[in-house]
T-cell receptor
Framework: EAGVVQSPRYKIIEKKQPVAFWCNPI?????LYWYRQNLGQGPELLIR????????DSQLPKDRFSAERLKGVDSTLKIQPAELGDSAVYLC????????????FGPGTRLTVL | QKEVEQDPGPLSVPEGAIVSLNCTYS??????FMWYRQYSRKGPELLMY????GNKEDGRFTAQVDKSSKYISLFIRDSQPSDSATYLC?????????????FGQGTELSVKP
């Protein structure tokens, strides 16, 4: 069974530039999460989707971050414009259901903002 | 104060040693407790999953939860160089916040041959 797929794996951009990350969850998983992991820290939730609905986006900086999950499968996370403090690893995870099931993580996208 | 506190290490041990990793937490609503292992440049992978208090053993790994003390532990017996990774504790409640995971900051472990 294929795991969570993320691309790109690495991205280096200048500040104020836009950037987008893509995630393909495990087949059949209804719940999709985006986390941000700063260096030396644990992941922190940015947004959670149940199918195509964003049900928890309280930690998403909405002035510059946006996300979508079209057709309840793949998801894209966008930052526009990027700031130096956005440098981090952006992790996507998925689970069959939100409340009780194990979350499976992708390898992450390592973003460096110069 | 963070909801979940974890000593970041780094922790260096010789091969074959017993390793003890710990987390404390403040939210009494947490019911599910997990340990994730994260190798360098990889995403976290679930290692152990425990509901409420008690012990759970899986091979060389034992997870303990003491809800009265708000303290969880992961023990690794006969540690191997392949166990070198960052270990993240994570926890969540049953009904609040739709199962949102709260992570500790991770402990970096190095097992020397």
């Amino acid at each position: 069974e294929a795991g969570v797929v993320q691309s790109p794996r690495y991205k280096i951009i200048e500040k104020k530039q836009p950037v987008a990350f893509w995630c393909n969850p495990i087949s059949g998983h209804n719940t999709l999460y985006w986390y941000r992991q700063n260096l030396g820290q644990g992941p922190e939730l940015l947004i959670r989707y149940e199918n195509e609905e964003a049900v928890d986006d309280s930690q998403l900086p909405k002035d510059r971050f946006s996300a979508e999950r079209l057709k309840g499968v793949d998801s894209t996370l966008k930052i526009q414009p990027a700031e130096l403090g956005d440098s981090a690893v952006y992790l996507c995870a998925s689970s069959f259901r939100a409340r009780t099931d194990t979350q499976y993580f992708g390898p992450g996208t390592r973003l460096t903002v110069l | 104060q963070k909801e979940v506190e974890q000593d970041p290490g780094p922790l260096s041990v010789p091969e074959g040693a017993i390793v003890s990793l710990n987390c404390t937490y403040s939210n009494s609503a947490f019911q599910y407790f997990m340990w994730y292992r994260q190798y360098s440049r990889k995403g976290p992978e679930l290692l152990m999953y425990t509901y409420s208090s008690g012990n759970k053993e899986d091979g060389r790994f034992t997870a303990q939860v003491d809800k009265s003390s708000k303290y969880i532990s992961l023990f690794i017996r006969d540690s191997q160089p392949s166990d070198s990774a960052t270990y993240l504790c994570a926890m969540r409640g049953i009904y609040n916040q739709g199962g949102k995971l709260i992570f500790g900051q991770g402990t970096e472990l190095s097992v020397k041959p």
